[in-house]
């Protein structure tokens, strides 16, 4: 009867053997892997990918796609180091705004809120579709980035704000359990509350949901604005961690997000996937790419892997899907 | 020319086509008649050859045949002209025309001049004033229905079949066709005609077929019959109407519509002022046949068209803004709309979630949806609904049809909506949950809601309704009590126009 309930356990239940699987092959090969120190490690490393693709993975069930998230958190990187560095200056009316950590970082979120806002509106009101939406606010972000910056890094803070990307919290790195804080309130939002319902609902079937009342136009402009608010946390921890805004930072970034989400076994027709499948899928890439770091595999090579596994991953899935 | 021996088409839980024997002859027109469902086109897809799959056997030219697709049926000379338009809008006429039989040269290069002169003369023949060269977006519906009857007439096919070529050209462009038809006729081709205007069927056909609930019921000579008493072998039978009570003559009005108007942007207008009202209790039937814009009645009340629409709606005296389907369902209107798969129904979701849809707000606990509650609230309806499944957490697309149209009405129900839309509730069912369906809308009609059913079949509209609403083209023509309807009025009223 709940055969496709069944399905579902079980497309969970083979990302997980796949994990399992490539840790058991790349522990038997390197000794080096499977250590604390290099598990934490993978952890940190997948961290900012893991901030992008809980949004991505929202935007994705609504059947939607958000290709900017890269140069949105390059931007917001930018932001939140500028005015932490150097605030707002206005020679002309002698006025200056300086800004504590908390206000930067405030600042530099409601600037990826905005970005996202944005793309929100453009795809419900002017009916853009999302690919090319999100195509072009790749661009303008990443060219805000480079006129807000000059196209120069905006380096060297103070350690309370470096201690977002490199400190450390009761034996897990801080970007971590910001990690981990996103993924446990995407989750209740996907499971527990209306929102999360209504975006299930959308992707299933958007006629359905808009003659069943739903206002489309909101829910999908309120998970552009989160994905884009997520995008900035992750510029946030990226800055922090290399002590350093790079103007390029967060290139390509929107890629890994994605594969994070299709591996996880989210439907990019909508309306199929969980939170929980895309931790896996970075979880899957993250381990992926320290494995092949460790036996030394050169970097072309890791590409092409990657590429592999995501092809594999989505093949799959539609042969599982097949089956129902 | 064609002959069939006892074609029978099932369907799962419906049978559409039972033990049907046609002969259609060269040189003659011959005119498929039947109501809406009576099973013609379903007939005329096997003939052309896009449903492969049915018992009997098919005989054309007397060459028994099985046609595996439409490639095949033409290329046996069989033709067909579909009543919805099958062009591609961003391709001229010429390429629409020649799409799959282009011209070339051995190196594959097209023949564009070979092909736009051909182009050209069909088009003459067909009166049509326009360069082949336009593109099939820029033509008028009428200009582009012309474009189809091209395409058919390049093949140079034995067996035509126009399945209501003339639902969408103006009458002059019908004279233009008619000329065409008596061409071909001349030529000895076979030409089956399949049209809801019975006037054009006397000016054009030989010959007549009758189709009911899937079987040939007589076939004759066009001139030995009447319009009248066609229209009485299209209905035929006799119906038992269901034990009804009358309308309370003291019911508060629930619903009030004033002046409905539907006309999209480059489109012909849908509906002309629309006005009618339905009191609580009372079930108003609203019938049609295909394009006369019940759908689009309902789906305009419902506040899925504001863009092209006006008038005004009442509900329980008080005037409603209705700016998208949000506002409808606050008022307390609900829609149960026709195609239950693409507009009711999130088919890979669990049948509660689809059961809680609408009133997410019942099923949470402190701002959190409550997988408790949600489960009792559907429990609640699968009971009173009587549907079929498993439990509630089933995923909806394993039901049968019957049981999600239950559902659909379940998630509605949950709201207390004082008027109810439904836009044929038993299309695709089978009899028993049709007959449950008919009992729960008189249970809750009787509970004081207004309902509004649109159905293309007639038996259920004379069933279950109170009052009936007859509609073509866009107008009400006729609005007629139940104790006064017949088979015969209702259909009059329907084909009524010109």
């Known amino acids: 009867m709940s055969f496709s309930l069944n399905n579902n356990h079980f497309s969970k239940l083979q990302s997980l053997i796949a994990l399992f699987m490539l840790c058991v092959v790349f522990a038997v090969l390197s000794d080096k892997f499977f250590t604390i120190a290099n598990g934490l490690n993978v952890m940190r490393q997948i961290s900012v990918n893991i901030c992008i693709a809980v949004g991505m993975t929202l935007i994705i069930l609504t059947a939607g796609i958000d290709l900017s998230v890269g140069s949105v958190l390059a931007l917001c990187g930018a932001v939140t180091a500028g005015l932490l560095k150097n605030g707002i200056a206005l020679p002309s009316l002698n006025l200056f705004i300086g800004f504590t950590i908390l206000g930067a970082i405030l600042a530099g979120i409601v600037v990826g809120s905005l970005l996202g806002f944005f793309n929100g509106l453009v795809i419900t009101k002017f009916k853009v579709p999302p690919f090319v939406a999100t195509l072009a606010m790749l661009t303008i972000a990443r060219g805000l980035t480079m006129l807000y910056s000059n196209g120069f890094p905006i380096s060297s803070f103070n350690s309370a704000f470096t201690f977002i990307g490199g400190g450390w919290l009761l034996g897990l790195p801080v970007p971590v359990w910001i990690a981990a804080l996103i993924v446990i309130t995407a989750i209740i939002v996907t499971k527990k509350i209306k929102l999360g319902r209504y975006i299930f609902a959308i992707g299933g079937n958007e006629n359905a949901a808009r003659l069943s009342g739903i206002n489309i136009n909101r829910v999908k402009i309120m998970v552009y604005t989160i994905a884009g608010a997520l995008a900035a946390v992750g510029g946030i921890i990226v800055t922090a961690r290399l002590d350093s805004a790079q103007p390029n930072a967060g290139t390509s970034y929107e890629l890994d997000a994605i594969a994070a989400v299709v591996i996880g076994g989210t439907s990019l027709s909508g309306g199929r996937g969980s939170i929980w499948g895309t931790v896996l899928g970075a979880l899957i890439i993250g381990v992926l790419n320290n494995g092949l770091v460790l036996l030394d595999v050169s970097p072309f090579w890791q590409q092409v892997v990657k590429g592999g596994v995501i092809l594999l991953a989505v093949i799959i899935d539609k042969m599982n899907s097949k089956n129902e | ?298 789906e305009t009340i419902f506040g899925v068209h504001p863009a092209a629409s006006s008038g005004s709606v009442t509900v329980n005296n008080k005037n409603i803004t209705i700016k998208k389907p949000a506002d409808a369902i606050r008022a307390g209107i609900v829609l149960l709309p026709e195609d239950r798969k693409k507009d009711g129904l999130v088919l890979g979701m669990e049948v509660k979630k689809n059961i809680s849809l609408p009133c997410l707000h019942e099923v949470e606990k402190m701002g959190l949806l409550n997988d408790k509650k949600e489960s009792t609230l559907a429990k609640k309806h699968i009971q009173q609904l009587g549907i079929k499944t498993p439990s509630e957490n089933q995923v909806t697309k394993n039901l049968s049809g019957g049981n999600q149209q239950k559902i659909v009405l379940a998630k509605w129900l949950e709201r207390n909506p004082k008027v109810l839309l439904l836009d044929e509730p038993t299309r695709g069912i089978d009899v028993n949950a049709k007959n449950e369906m008919y009992k729960l809308m008189q249970e809750l009609a009787g509970k004081g809601m207004a309902i509004v059913m649109v159905s293309s079949e007639l038996t259920e509209i004379l069933t279950v309704s109170n009052r009936i609403i007859v509609m073509a083209e866009g107008k009400i023509t006729a609005i007629i009590p139940a104790g006064e309807a017949t088979e015969d009025n209702v259909l009059k009223a329907a084909i009524s126009i010109n």
């Open chain 2, 1 to 298: 020319m064609l002959v069939t021996k006892n074609i029978t088409k099932k369907f799962p839980g419906v049978i559409a086509l039972e033990n049907v024997n046609l002969k259609i002859d060269a040189g003659k027109v011959t005119a498929i008649i039947g109501e809406n469902g009576a099973g013609k086109s379903t007939l005329m897809k096997i003939l052309s050859g896009v449903y492969p799959d049915y018992e009997g056997e098919i005989i054309f030219k007397d060459q028994p045949v099985n046609f595996a697709g439409t490639a095949d049926a033409q290329k046996a000379g069989i033709a067909i002209i579909h009543q919805e338009l099958n062009l591609i809008p961003y391709l001229t006429i010429t390429e629409n025309i020649f799409l799959g039989r282009e011209l070339g040269n051995a190196f594959g290069i097209l023949d564009k001049k070979a092909m736009h002169a051909k182009a050209k003369t069909l088009l003459d023949t067909l009166h049509v004033d326009v360069n082949p060269d336009t593109l099939v977006a820029d033509l008028k519906v009428g200009q582009q229905q012309m474009v189809e009857i091209a395409k058919a007439l390049l093949l140079d096919a034995d067996l035509i079949i126009m399945d209501e070529p003339t639902s969408a050209i103006t009458e002059a462009e019908v004279e233009t066709l008619f000329k065409v038809i008596e061409k071909l006729r001349s030529e000895n081709k076979a030409i089956v005609y399949i049209s809801h205007k019975l006037n054009e069927l006397f000016k054009i056909a030989d010959n007549y077929v009758v189709l009911r609930d899937g079987k040939t019921i007589e076939t004759g000579l066009m001139q030995s019959m009447t319009h009248d008493e066609l229209i009485k072998k299209m209905v035929g039978r006799a119906i038992v109407p269901m034990q009804k009570e009358l309308a309370d003559a003291n019911a508060k009005e629930l619903l009030r519509i004033e002046n409905i108007c539907l006309k999209q942007k480059n489109k012909a207008s849908k509906l002309h002022n629309i006005s009618f009202n339905v009191n609580g209790g009372e079930i108003v039937g609203v019938f049609g046949l295909m394009g006369a814009g019940r759908t689009e009645l309902l």
